[in-house]
């Protein structure tokens, strides 16, 4: 690794710690660390969006006429409104002209509406009912031993859940006697559901904190340090630059231990 | 205070500290995790793997960097069991940071297929894959809805150049490539929402093979499509990406990262474990009290 990209995985590296920093308690360095990451992403967002979207989407398509007569002698003059409806959203900033913005929304709006509504209805609530109506193969029961999807055990554990489930979220009738022991059962279900969801999500939080070890000693420390001969142009800058990101963390607990030191001796 | 009522008041960042110690520690030590392959995962892999040279097999990387932990080690052991096996590979990025971290996944693939390598027993001699011919990156275009819709009528619609500006009808691996009906398959690497519009807008609406690559958290949500037969294939999270490295032999970050994730869990297992017994006794203690 040479020593500018070195730099920059040290300033990586310090910005992962800075981060990780809040777990103690909010700090300035964490507080740098966030607001770099909420600027870059919005600039970046922004360039991105308009090398990716506004400029291929309508400049360029504008762009074999002459904006002088505002590319009505473009092939593709039609491409004019909606870059006239985009320029009409800015009108929110205004009090006064507000009320413009509505008209591009409302087109914005009419068309997403048309086109998701029948494709998520069908998609994600019907085909998902037909899949849980499904008639439950017995012969199945026999076959594999286990809780497959497949399986005659999978299928009833769907069917049942989902009614109960249901039941559960039904309010306009008490929940005892037979509809009680359902709905009960639904919350059971729904618990195991929850349970799957919750450990999912620490596998998540887990392989974000893994991924950073792994950044950190490989990227980092062990270009620092030439572990195992990994990087061959190691010398004493690298080390440098490492100290240099190590004194600002050290110097930073140093700093808060010596500020409750303080405060004791005040109090 | 009671050693009870001590474990209910334990300052919370003792429990980040020793969580963080453990994870360290897991990573510095050596041994090898157990990974069983799920039939979601499996599926996948055996439909790539029967594939035959040339056919193509469509890549979605949309997910941001934050993701990149559980997502990205999918990508490269996909494109690399893409390329040993001469599939073409059409690649798109609906998520708006990443762009680069597919064009960063290519350039390492092609760099690590260019070596001989042996997987599964099967040798491979290293090969170079060339841009426009082996495959293809169509980049990023805002509003994924829409564009998984437009690439359904045409590619050339919302990506009328690659990522790298050059026209589409003038790369090799693009000729009599109209829309999803010439690939063999689509597999979205996703984090939120845009594996909701595959769905919906894509294979809904087009009717392809479809399986999803997902984060963790997405994870448990999308099993009901399993069922129903929308999609053919489910990776979930890092242990997902673990078990599709093995099915490869082509060990990676995820079953590198499958140490910390055992002694993590079990950490946070007795944690749960201790905290409600704790929970529980101070409970009793009060109601002995009559509190």
Known sequence: ?267 | MDMFAKMMALDRRWVFLTLAIVCVVAYGLTFEVPILINDEVQSIYNFIDTLKPGQIVFIAVDYDPSNQAELQPMLYALMEQCFRKDLKVIITALSQNGPGMADQAIRDVSDSVKLDRTYNGVNYPGRTVERGKDYVFLGYKPYPSLIILGMGQNFRIPFPTDYYGTPIDSLPLMKGVINYDQVACVISLAAGNIADMWIADGQGRYNFKLAFGLTGVMGADYYPYLSSKQIFGIMAGQYGAAQYEKLTDNKGMAQDGMRIQLLAHWLIILFIIIGNIGFFASRRKLKEQGK
């Open chain 1, 1 to 267: 690794m040479d020593f500018s990209t070195f730099l920059w995985t040290s300033f990586a590296a310090f910005l992962t710690l800075a981060i990780f920093s809040f777990l103690y308690k909010d700090n300035p360095l964490y507080k740098f660390a966030e607001h770099l990451f909420v600027g870059v992403s919005a600039g970046y967002f922004v360039v991105i969006l308009f090398h990716n979207g506004l400029s291929p989407n309508l400049l360029q398509r504008l762009s074999d006429g002459d904006w002088y007569y505002l590319w009505l002698n473009s092939l593709r003059p039609w491409y004019i409104i909606p870059g006239i409806l985009g320029i009409l959203m800015f009108s929110r900033f205004s009090k006064k002209w507000a009320w413009v913005s509505r008209y591009p929304m409302a087109i914005y709006i009419g068309i997403a509406a048309g086109v998701a509504i029948p494709l998520e209805m069908t998609n994600r609530v019907l085909r998902q009912m037909v899949a849980s109506m499904t008639p439950i193969n017995w012969g199945n029961f026999l076959g594999s031993g286990y809780l497959d999807i497949a399986s005659g055990y999978s299928e009833v554990i769907i069917l049942t859940g989902a009614v109960s489930a249901l039941v559960y979220f039904f309010f306009s009738t008490p929940h005892r006697g037979a509809i009680g022991g359902i709905a009960k059962y639904g919350i059971w279900i729904l618990m195991l559901g929850f349970g799957a969801t919750f450990g999912f999500t620490v596998m998540n939080r887990i392989s974000l904190f893994a991924n950073r070890i792994q950044f950190l000693w490989v990227n980092w420390m062990k270009n620092a340090f030439n572990v195992k001969g990994v990087n061959p142009q190691a010398d004493t800058s690298y080390m440098l630059a490492f100290t240099v990101v190590a004194l600002i963390f050290v110097g930073y607990v140093v700093w808060e231990i010596m500020k409750k030191f303080r405060k004791a001796e005040t109090a």
